[in-house]
């Protein structure tokens, strides 16, 4: 099963948000009668730290939906992240896994959360999408794991958070690697600002990356955030597949 995650902080927590991909024709029947879907949080040590659940009927969704787990509040730190579709009338499932960090805010200080990857497209529509994160205008955007051969763009949601800091100036920079090379080969990256938006707590950028013409494999995005006045920096990398 497809899903994913992204991450933000606030009050110097980290906060987690999965989503599930759920097409009812790829779920091999699991779309009838009513399901249950876990959202499950492990530590280095393979202990669930935190778990979200929503149980209905799958019918009561469109024919494709990304329905979003509320925020799974963690500490800064390392996870491994799981999603569990599950039929309550048969016990099959489906499960999908994710890795996320979480980094730390200090005292005058930012951090950039785990970027949102998304990709043009139309017909899916987002369930308990969390808008009280995102004042931002997401249509005509789906989650992005994986990308086809030869694409030359993508978007990333990312936020930042900040602590102590007055009328924060930003300044975001980033990189593309491909991580099958032994070397790590660094790709030409161009980035557009499309919609920006700030709240008490962050800022928010959807931004648009293009490069040159993706070839299957590893790729990891990389995003760095610097605040100008307090010089505090802040890194954060999202990792997708291109196929064929």
């Known amino acids: 099963m497809r899903c994913g995650g992204f991450s933000y902080t606030e009050r110097g927590q980290g906060n987690i948000i999965l989503w599930a991909d759920l097409v009812k024709g790829e779920l091999g029947g699991l779309g009838e009668g009513e399901v249950e ?3 499950l949080v492990f530590d280095g040590e393979g202990n669930i730290v935190k778990m979200g659940r929503w149980a209905g009927a799958l019918a009561r969704l469109p ?8 925020p799974l509040s963690v500490p800064a730190g390392d996870y491994r992240c799981r999603v569990v579709l599950r039929s309550l009338e048969t016990g099959r499932g489906a499960v999908g896994s994710v890795e996320m960090k979480i980094g730390e805010v200090k005292e005058g200080g930012i951090s950039l959360g785990q970027p949102f990857l998304l990709m043009r497209s139309e017909g899916q529509r987002y369930e308990n999408f969390p808008s009280f994160l995102f004042p931002l205008d997401l249509g005509g955007f789906v989650p992005l794991t994986e990308v086809k051969r030869g694409e030359r763009e993508l978007y990333a949601l990312v936020m930042c958070s900040y602590s102590g800091v007055k009328e924060p100036e930003l300044r975001l920079y980033g990189e593309l690697l491909f991580l099958e090379d032994e070397k790590r080969r660094s790709l ?3 980035f557009s600002l499309l919609q920006k ?3 008490e707590a962050r800022e928010i950028y959807l931004v648009k990356v293009e490069t ?14 610097e605040e100008v006045k307090s010089g505090s920096r802040s890194l954060s990398q999202a990792v997708f597949r291109v196929i064929n």
């Open 212 to 225: 040159e013409p993706l070839e299957p494999g590893l790729y990891s995005l990389y995003f760095q955030g």
């Open 63 to 70: 024919e494709a939906a990304i329905y979003f787990s509320s």
């Open 188 to 190: 030409p990256l161009r």
């Open 197 to 199: 938006a700030r709240t």
């Open 37 to 39: 879907l876990v959202f």
